[in-house]
T-cell receptor, first 108, second 115 residues
Framework: EDQVTQSPEALRLQEGESSSLNCSYT??????LFWYRQDPGKGPEFLFT???AGEEKEKERLKATLTKKESFLHITAPKPEDSATYLC?????????FGKGTTLSVSS | GAVVSQHPSRVICKSGTSVKIECRSL??????MFWYRQFPKQSLMLMAT?????????EQGVEKDKFLINHASLTLSTLTVTSAHPEDSSFYIC???????????FGPGTRLTVL
């Protein structure tokens, strides 16, 4: 069964304190792994797509990496505006399977 | 680019009434649109996939007669919740993509409350 597990569920950081969010997955045929950011009461905002192990993508303070079993979202020197829920999703077949997300809180 | 809008953003209705939610891709042609539902502190659950001009494909457990989906053009899909009940209260979010395997761009969501 295709499955996505994100950890931790919640993460509190001080401004400038770098960390990583984990997305572990099992899938019969990976067509893509997606990272989204969701603010409360809003729809998810697209961040990255990764297609193969070893691939990395960066955007501002965020960097996503992919292995055959997991993906990491690295946050370097976060700011309070980075506070949000980060969702990982697998494209398996034609459907996106979402994890439950990691809620990040960054305090100044 | 890749902007998706939803209307309305919030709706409150009485039990037994029907509610229509619109989803529009504003700056690209979306051959495929998706409808999701999200309960508090839960992740997004796919309800149905629709391709322009075709009937929607519903996920297991989603009643197609209750959640009517119309994908009339490459920029517009609608979800109608028929005979809504309090248990249908949720956050409904659409996404649009260029093809079923394309990156999905999400709308801002519609908060439905059924009294």
């Amino acid at each position: 069964e295709d499955q996505v597990t994100q950890s931790p569920e919640a993460l509190r950081l001080q401004e400038g304190e770098s960390s990583s969010l984990n997305c572990s997955y099992t899938v019969s045929g990976l067509r893509g792994l997606f990272w989204y950011r969701q603010d409360p009461g809003k729809g998810p905002e697209f961040l990255f797509t990764l297609y193969s192990a070893g691939e990395e993508k960066e955007k501002e303070r965020l960097k996503a990496t992919l292995t055959k079993k997991e993906s990491f979202l690295h946050i370097t020197a976060p700011k309070p505006e980075d506070s949000a829920t980060y969702l990982c999703a697998l494209l398996a077949g034609t459907a996106l399977i979402f994890g439950k997300g990691t809620t990040l809180s960054v305090s100044s | 680019g890749a902007v998706v809008s939803q209307h309305p953003s919030r709706v409150i209705c009485k039990s037994g009434t029907s509610v229509k939610i619109e989803c529009r891709s504003l700056d690209f042609q979306a051959t495929t649109m998706f409808w999701y539902r999200q309960f508090p502190k839960q992740s997004l659950m796919l309800m149905a996939t629709s391709n322009e001009g075709s009937k929607a494909t519903y996920e297991q457990g989603v009643e197609k007669d209750k959640f009517l989906i119309n994908h009339a053009s490459l920029t517009l899909s609608t979800l109608t919740v028929t005979s809504a009940h309090p248990e249908d209260s949720s956050f409904y979010i659409c996404s649009a993509a260029q093809g079923e395997l394309g990156t999905q761009y999400f709308g801002p969501g519609t908060r439905l409350t059924v009294l």
